[in-house]
């Protein structure tokens, strides 16, 4: 896959720069997500930041030209950027595993920290016996 850039305007109000570009490809178009990873890898940025807009391709040529937009940071792209629904269910559900592991984490530590009291508790009343029998 071979991507060059033709256009690139900075857009200082979005805070992001407008790429316009022409993909050469072998077999079927790549998918949004793909074309990101290269844009992405080409303007040296995080693919995060990387949008893209369109994918025009020519029927019965294995070129395509795309628009893709690149944020400064990821506020500005949360700022503009409209989510659709199956990434809002994604980011969700990310946030739910998030919250799942801190749960379990928290449930090991207190686990860890009772186990240590109850050992220590031993430590004690053998202490204790240790000292009543002599």
Do not use: C, W
């Not at 896959?1 to 316009?20: A, C, F, G, P, Y």
């Not at 998030?98 to 860890?112: G, I, Y």
């Amino acid at each position: 896959m071979k991507v060059s850039i033709q256009d690139k305007k900075d857009n200082v109000l979005l805070k992001r720069t407008e790429v316009k570009g022409t993909l050469e490809f072998e077999g079927a178009t790549p998918s949004n997500a793909q074309l990101a990873e290269i844009v992405a890898k080409e303007m040296k940025v995080n693919v995060g930041l990387v949008v893209v807009k369109n994918i025009y391709t020519k029927f019965g040529h294995l070129q395509a030209d795309f628009s893709a937009v690149i944020y400064k940071d990821a506020e500005a792209k949360k700022q503009t950027e409209v989510l659709t629904k199956h990434m809002k269910v994604k980011i969700e559900e990310e946030k739910k595993k998030q919250e799942e592991a801190r749960a379990a984490e928290k449930e090991a530590k207190k686990a860890e920290a009772e186990a240590k009291k109850a050992e220590e508790e031993a430590k004690k009343a053998e202490a204790t016996k240790a000292k009543e029998s002599d």
